[in-house]
């Protein structure tokens, strides 16, 4: 069974940095898009960076610049380095694969369990 587990989530002063790992394990062929989702107490969740396959990356305007999204393929692993951390980026990070393709063609997207980042002095 596919599935993805995160890693690296914890508390950091503000202007710090953390990195985040997203693996997933199973009987894996390939996968498409993947992508770093949060959120924040009383808000609801949002997607901020996405990679392709092909290493292509958006993110949102709250990130850009200060967060990146690496991926490695080989490892079927994806990670979120963020620098220059402000308290406002206090929230639960779900990473997800939006097309996992299995060794028996099958196809599912898939979430991580999500992990807490605490951005406080």
């Known amino acids: 069974q596919v599935q993805l587990v995160e890693s690296g989530g914890g508390l950091v002063q503000p202007g710090g940095s953390l990195r985040l790992s997203c693996a997933a394990s199973g009987s894996i062929f390939s996968i498409n898009a993947m992508g770093w989702y949060r959120q924040a107490p009383g808000k609801q969740r949002e997607l901020f960076a996405t990679i392709t396959s092909g290493g292509r990356t958006n993110y949102a305007d709250s990130v850009e610049v200060r967060f990146t999204i690496p991926r490695d393929n080989a490892k079927n692993t994806v990670y979120l380095q963020m620098n220059s951390l402000k308290p406002e980026d206090t929230a639960v990070y779900y990473c997800?694969?939006?097309?996992?393709?299995?060794?028996?063609?099958?196809?599912?997207?898939?979430w991580g369990q999500g992990t807490l980042v605490t951005v406080s002095s």
């Open positions: 997800n694969a939006e097309s996992i393709h299995n060794i028996d063609g099958s196809a599912m997207e898939a």
